[in-house]
């Protein structure tokens, strides 16, 4: 999401979080969880999770500023299947503006606090990054 910081500068967050804010996602160990990657502003971000390998399951338009305006996510067109080039396991994705992508995961087989993030150094310096922790059983 994309809001601006106290000197009016535009600051990209993850789900309209800072990294201070407490930690949102919480997977289990060896569960398996589908993620939606929202993109509501102009550019594509490459999104990279750490600790897993993930396949990417689709992308699909939305109107951003009707979810802006209500939180609602109404899609625009069909579910895109990725490229030949995306297919297989990743830990990386291109979340395109106006699109929801979406990734399916197995967290694991470790415990512990990890991040994910915008791969483009601006934006992680701007806080476009979240810990996730990664629970027992």
């Not at 996510?73 to 830990?91: A, Q, Y």
């Amino acid at each position: 999401m994309q809001t601006m910081d106290r000197f009016g500068r535009q600051m990209l967050l993850l789900d309209n979080k800072r990294w201070m804010d407490p930690v949102t996602e919480k997977p289990r160990v060896d569960s398996i969880e589908i993620w939606n990657l929202i993109n509501t502003t102009t550019d594509t971000h490459p999104i990279h999770v750490h600790l897993i390998d993930f396949r990417i399951l689709n992308r699909q338009p939305f109107n951003v500023q009707q979810f802006n305006e209500t939180g609602e996510i109404v899609f625009t067109g069909s579910p895109v299947s990725p490229t030949p080039g995306e297919r297989g396991l990743k830990d990386t994705v291109r979340a395109n503006p106006g699109e929801v992508t979406r990734i399916i995961a197995r967290f694991g087989p470790f415990t512990g606090r990890y991040v994910w993030h915008c791969h483009m150094l601006e934006h992680e310096d701007q806080e476009m990054m979240r810990p996730f922790i990664v629970k027992k059983k």
